[in-house]
């Protein structure tokens, strides 16, 4: 029977027979085929789980028109992509389009002997983690963004959307559901959450931003500004004694701050780990005032590039809404000192302008939006839960990279701009030691496998047929064959060599992973092997016992050889 890339076998007994072609099917631990130097096929299992491994530098970059709208009918040829000023060469381009079906299903797949006749139940498409800054929000902000969430919850989820709530402080968590009443129950539960109490009335009164400028940069202004403050609690004091007031005071703020700057990073990491496990469009809503990471800037990138391996896109909204100056706050102790306070109030506003840099920094470096400046929170949560409807991804290698971890600054322009508007990374760190390729390659599945799109860059058949077991048992068995016709081979000591890594997966109507199989094949076939089953190819298959219900069945397979990668789904219904 012919190949066709992408195609679904809906095979009768035939057909499977056809598929368990005797010595072409390899099965898990065997070597079907052995010759006089070894086998000629091995098959070994590996465990599913993969670590973030990087070899280029990838950049999700988002175009949009005069009217916001992201367009997708644009060329690598139509970018220039620029690392610390010099020109990169595009080595990989992609265009992503965010999913829009209302949990698809696959006509026909997934039906067997033993399987019931009614349709797969549609799966989940679309997961959006909304996180919390209840840190740094404080109790008016907090209940005007809860409120606007919580009416937005309540319309905008579709049947194939799932929602998650999670608060910087970890203290409230909703996992990925379509339950409103778990999801409204979450949001009534946020409350502010500082990990130290207000110091307002404090002398000297010295902000986060402050801190840092008098601690990591010794800013002459701002040391000043708090030993002008100091002064004013301290009368009499020594030029010696407010220094060291001043001074303390800014190492313990910083101290708080950069706690609290390694938490939100961490809340965002967590949320990150909860999307990359599903399979579909992930997204997550960082709903905070504004917050610093003075020595967690390393922690950050590497949280970006996470996210981005991940295909997870960050969005931002700033929940202050419309701006004003806090140097203007009359909730604030008066400053009697004139020259101390007009130092403060142009800190203030440097540093409102700092804390929303992180959250602006998160959205453009991984194709998510920033909302701002707006007191319409409601549309702001309409508008950052929905993706862009495309994504250009570009990735290049580095020319003459350094292995020494310092910043680069990422420039990515249009060769014609048009009017429009580009959104992208602003910058990357470099490694510090080289990336193993059997880890990206794992890499590439992983990405592949936790997601709704379907490649067909190898010819691959995937059938799927569940079974009755036993009373709450049942069988799920997955076949792929791979096709040697168009498998790229390496010639070595006389044999056709490649090494195959195929997954098959199971998620659980919610998206969830419910079971995953890894197979390896190293193939070293001779020349009368080829060719004799260069048309029927490797079938393999995989095994699972699940409880009855409905599941998405997703398969991956990739070459070592020509690195090529195909990904197909279907959905099933276990009796």
Request: glycine share 8%; net charge positive.
């Amino acid at each position: 029977m012919p190949f066709g890339a992408g195609r679904r076998a809906a095979l009768g007994a035939a057909g499977i027979a056809a598929l368990a072609a005797p010595w072409l099917v390899a099965q898990p631990g065997t070597a079907p085929a052995t010759g006089q130097s070894g086998p000629e096929i091995a098959s070994r299992n590996q465990t599913v789980t993969f670590k973030a491994a990087v070899q280029l530098v990838t950049i999700p970059v988002v175009v949009r028109d005069a009217q916001g709208r992201a367009i997708g009918n644009l060329g690598k040829d139509d970018f220039q992509l620029f690392d610390n000023n010099k020109q990169q060469v595009i080595a990989k381009f992609s265009v992503e389009r965010s999913g829009g079906a209302e949990g698809r299903t696959t006509p026909g797949a997934g039906r067997g002997p033993g399987s019931p006749s009614r349709p797969a139940a549609a799966m989940p498409e679309r997961y959006i983690a909304y996180v919390f800054d209840d840190l740094h929000l404080g109790a008016a902000d907090l209940m005007r963004v809860r409120n606007a969430a919580g009416r937005r919850l309540a319309t905008m989820l579709r049947p194939a959307d799932r929602a998650a709530i999670y608060s910087t402080s970890g203290q409230t968590t909703v996992e990925f559901t379509a339950d409103q009443n778990l999801l409204q129950a979450g949001l009534a539960r946020l409350m502010p959450r500082p990990r130290r109490m207000d110091h307002q009335g404090e002398c000297p009164d010295i902000t986060l931003y402050q801190a840092d400028l008098m601690v990591n940069k010794n800013d002459g202004r701002a040391i000043a500004a708090a030993v002008l403050d100091a002064k004013e609690c301290n009368p009499g004091a020594s030029q010696d004694v407010l220094n060291v007031v001043a001074m303390t005071t800014a190492r313990r703020v910083l101290s708080a701050g950069e706690e609290d700057g390694r938490l939100g990073l961490i809340a965002l990491r967590d949320a990150i780990r909860g999307l990359e496990v599903r399979a579909g469009q992930r997204s997550i809503v960082l709903v905070s005032p504004g917050f610093l990471k003075p020595g967690a800037q390393l922690q950050a990138n590497d949280l970006m590039q996470y996210a981005i391996q991940a295909k997870v896109t960050i969005s931002a909204l700033d929940a202050r809404g419309l701006w004003t100056d806090p140097g203007l706050d009359a909730s604030k102790r008066a400053d009697n000192n004139t020259d101390a306070a007009l130092l403060k109030t142009s800190f203030s506003s440097s540093a409102a302008s700092a804390e929303t840099n992180v959250m602006a920094e998160l959205a453009a470096g991984t194709g998510g939006r920033f909302f701002e400046n707006s007191n319409d929170l409601e549309s702001g949560f309409q508008q950052l839960a929905a993706a862009p409807e495309f994504t250009y991804v570009l990735g290049f290698t580095p020319q003459n990279l350094k292995l020494d971890g310092k910043y680069h600054a990422l420039k990515v322009k249009l060769a014609a701009p048009k009017g429009l508007n580009v959104q992208a990374r602003l910058g990357y760190f470099a490694p510090k030691r080289l990336n193993d390729p059997v880890e990206q390659a794992k890499r590439e599945v992983s990405n592949a496998l936790f997601s709704r799109e379907e490649l067909s860059e190898l010819p691959v058949d995937l059938l799927a047929r569940a079974f009755k077991q036993s009373a709450g048992k049942s069988q799920i068995i997955v076949w792929a064959r791979v096709s040697l016709k168009e498998l790229k081979l390496r010639v070595a000591d006389g044999r056709s060599c490649n090494e195959v890594r195929l997954v098959s997966a199971l998620f659980d109507p919610d998206g969830k992973l419910v079971a995953g199989r890894e197979q390896v094949l190293d193939l070293k076939l001779t020349g009368e092997t080829l060719e004799r089953n260069r048309e029927n190819g490797i079938t393999l298959r995989s095994d699972f016992i699940v409880k009855p219900g409905p599941y998405l069945v997703r398969m991956v397979v990739r070459d070592a050889e020509g690195q090529q990668i195909t990904a197909q789904n279907t959905s099933i219904e276990a009796p």
